[in-house]
């Protein structure tokens, strides 16, 4: 079973396990940011009722950054193994690989290096603030690392870009893992993954362009 779980294809399943969990989980963090359109007293609430629930929010917390470390170790592991297999007898085969699935793990790269910014300048700053602290307009600081801030908000805005591109190919590579058939496949890609890949980063981007807006006012 071990041998299974460390082999190429062991792998390749949690990469997309990890990714498709990375995905749901975008997708409750998009409800939870537009909640900012509701105003500051309804945003303040939300976050508010997370910290009256911190020992359960910690422990989503700390089984998010597990499924982050699996799908980022796996993820390098095998691009490191393609290309020792890209040297030998099957470069020929890999340089028909499409090119989104070559670049997987730069794009995956810079959305780390997003994922280490957010957490940094609003994960880590909510966790030192008390319970009736402005949270609301902390997103809205001008300051680098913060929404409120242009070049910041045009790197998030570039980055969720990048996750949205990533999304799209991972979702690609998921059903063709679990060796789902080509005519289901297809048709989750186009419609479902939409809702992952499209949907969700294009509202991403709306509330980082309206909070753009809100802070320069």
Do not use: C
């Not at 490191?80 to 085969?93: C, H, L, S």
């Not at 591109?165 to 058939?181: A, D, E, R, Y």
């Amino acid at each position: 079973m071990m041998k299974f779980f460390f082999s190429s294809i062991g792998q390749k399943i949690q990469i997309a396990f990890t990714g498709l969990s990375l995905a749901i989980f975008l997708l409750f963090h998009l409800f939870n940011n537009l909640v900012l359109f509701t105003g500051s007293e309804n945003f303040n609430k939300m976050v508010n009722f997370l910290k009256s629930i911190h020992l359960f929010v910690r422990v989503l917390e700390i089984g998010l950054l597990l499924i982050v470390l699996i799908h980022v170790i796996n993820a390098i592991a095998t691009s490191i193994q393609n290309r020792k297999a890209n040297n030998g007898k099957y470069a020929i085969e890999a340089n028909t690989a499409p090119k989104s699935s070559k670049t997987m793990i730069w794009s995956g790269m810079i959305i780390l290096f997003f994922f280490i910014i957010h957490l940094r300048y609003y994960w880590y700053t909510f966790q030192n603030m008390a319970k009736d602290a402005d949270f609301f307009n902390v997103m809205l600081k001008n300051e680098f690392g913060f929404l409120g801030h242009t070049p910041t908000a045009i790197f998030y805005i570039i980055a969720i870009l990048l996750i949205a591109s990533h999304l799209k190919h991972g979702f690609t590579s998921v059903f063709k893992t679990i060796g789902m058939p080509f005519k289901y496949r297809d048709s989750i890609v186009k419609y479902l993954s939409f809702i992952f890949w499209a949907i969700i980063p294009f509202g991403f981007i709306v509330v980082v362009i309206y909070i753009q807006y809100l802070a320069n006012q």
